[in-house]
């Protein structure tokens, strides 16, 4: 059977179905439900647990089993903690509320959930408890007032736990809360709870409690995390600055702007494959002066800076002149000037190389027999 609800209003005061049953029931007051004050019959059988009905066309969330649980469940506690004041009151003690917290260490997948407990005496002194009163801009289920004057909050969850803005709006007013889990076990059945004992909580406003050893597992995983952040932070500093090694690097200095292959043939039957480069020094990405130089010969052919006149041709004539230098038969120079080689692809594809012989073949073949170079069909 699902969950009913346990508590009426009675005479504008909201009290258990229970202090009735001694009563025939045309003897029994009106009653009406305390959410949507509808009338409700008193069911105060022996069969199941004393409860109340509405008609069965009402519309009222305390229909539902789950609204019926918490409001059970916070009217009880409600009850059992003014009757803690009366306790005290006769006892010359103060009235005080005791929790139970369990360890909320979540461990690993294969680790073994936390059993460990802690019993604290949580609100003392309270000489009022009121239901659902506004706090601030809040309203806890259950509010422990001393003097007028609000001290504690009870939040009793069913399907919802206490929101995280509802945990920081309770924080900013001040308000130590803790959160109970309502359920049937907790006001009926062999062992309902009362006041002497301790009321098992969740979770409390300052989170929830680890015990020592767990605590010192979570410090030395977050010191782990923490870590970790702080080797990745500088890892992503160091490629920062790499990079802009780099890009320094890209923009100064000399850099190839323009290459050219060119294969030189010999009477003796050698053959040679050169390439000539023109680079261009840069200044902060400016080009600042240009130079002709060759792959197999150490010193730069010709230097120029930005102030000289027509240097292409100054170039092309000095690239012509140490073409003709080299005494050879055959001068292959018919690859064009390219834009310069992307090493880092040439890595990767080396079968881009135009330096690389295997890929990009000689375009003459030496004939023995005749002691002569022949051009290569393809
Ligand atoms: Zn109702
Ligand atoms: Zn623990």
Sequence with gaps: MPAKLQW??????????????????????????????????MKLGAKNAHHCAHKPDAVCAATSGETAVHLNSKLYIARKLEKEITRAQQDGDLPRLVIKELCGYKGGYYEKTCTEERSTVWAVGFDEVAVEVRV??????????????????IEVHVTNAVSDEKAADLELLGLPWIEVKGKPEL?????????LQTLKVTRTGEGRWRCATCAAKEAEAAARKAEEARLEQERAEQAALWEKQKEHERNNGWHNRLCRVVDFYYSSG?????????????????????????????????????????????????????????????????????????????????????????????????????????????
């Design 270 to 378: 050698k053959k040679f494959r050169d390439m000539y480069q023109v680079q261009h020094l840069l200044d902060d990405g400016q080009e600042v002066g240009l130079r002709l130089q060759c792959v197999s010969q150490k010193v730069a052919l010709l230097v120029l800076d930005d102030g000289d006149r027509d240097p292409m041709l100054r170039i092309a004539a000095c690239f012509r002149s140490d073409i003709n230098r080299q005494r050879a038969v055959i001068v292959d120079d018919s690859m064009k000037w390219s834009e310069p080689l992307d090493w880092d692809l040439l890595d990767a594809r080396p079968d881009l190389d135009p330096m690389n012989p295997m890929t990009a073949h000689f375009g003459y073949r030496w004939d023995k027999y005749a002691n002569k170079w022949r051009k290569r069909w393809r």
């Design 8 to 41: 009426v209003s009675v005479a504008d005061e909201v009290v258990h179905v229970s202090q009735f049953a001694s009563l025939k029931p045309k003897q029994r007051p009106r009653a009406s439900c305390p959410v949507c004050g509808d009338q409700v019959i």
């Design 187 to 195: 006001y009926e059945g062999d062992w309902p709870w009362n006041s």
């Design 136 to 153: 601030g801009n809040r309203q806890p289920d259950i509010t422990l007032r001393h003097n007028g004057m609000d001290m504690a909050g």
